[in-house]
């Protein structure tokens, strides 16, 4: 195998926008004084998570849900391999990051809306804290990722964090992206722009 371009730049922004918006969120959660800027954080998590539903179903090979969601047997097997270190190696996601991708996903959505109710003083007391479970849970997500990511890089000998700054991972040849999706990237920020705004205002 060879390194070949197999993350697209709407994949990558989208992935390290959520990673410093979600920081930014957690760290400001407290604070009166930083509320807006928790706001803004908060809303740009959501907006990608939302385009990224968009291109898990129209973009890239690699960032299709249909190539790496895969059902709970697959994601549990793979965990297994890979605490015996012996896991298959995928091109993409593997089975288990699926999962944690979707979860994620999910969350992200569920507590930025929650939070945008909140924000608005909507719903009372029982959103907020909607809201502050919502964001637990995605940390504790995170955390799972993080540690799946860490055994992964090692199992692989494949640096996966540096992967998803460059695109390029281990692979087969007919397997590589042939575009790195510069339209689309520049789509996912004016998108994020426009909802941060309305959801902000």
Do not use: C
Not at 66 to 84: E, I, K, N, S, T
């Amino acid at each position: 195998m060879n390194k070949i371009l197999v993350w697209d730049l709407p994949v990558r922004l989208g992935h390290w926008l959520m990673v410093a918006g979600f920081a930014l969120a957690w760290v400001t959660g407290e604070s009166e004084r930083w509320r807006l800027v928790h706001v803004f954080a908060g809303s740009t998590v959501m907006a990608v998570a939302a385009y990224r539903l968009l291109w898990g179903l129209i973009g890239s090979r690699h960032a299709r849900f249909a190539d790496f969601v895969r059902g709970p047997v697959q994601a549990l097997g793979y965990l297994r391999q890979l605490l015996h270190r012996s896991p298959p190696h995928y091109t993409g996601h593997n089975p288990a990051a699926g999962w944690a991708i979707l979860l994620l996903l999910a969350l992200a959505l569920a507590s930025g809306a929650s939070g945008w109710a909140t924000y608005q003083e909507l719903g009372g007391d029982w959103i907020e804290e909607a809201h502050e479970l919502f964001a637990g849970l995605m940390l504790i997500i995170v955390g799972v990722h993080l540690l799946g990511v860490l055994l992964g890089s090692v199992a692989h000998r494949e640096n996966l964090v540096w992967s998803m700054v460059t695109g390029r991972k281990q692979g087969r040849p007919e397997e590589a992206l042939t575009r790195p999706g510069l339209l689309a990237a520049l789509s996912m920020l004016a998108w994020t722009g426009l909802a941060v705004w309305w959801l902000a205002r």
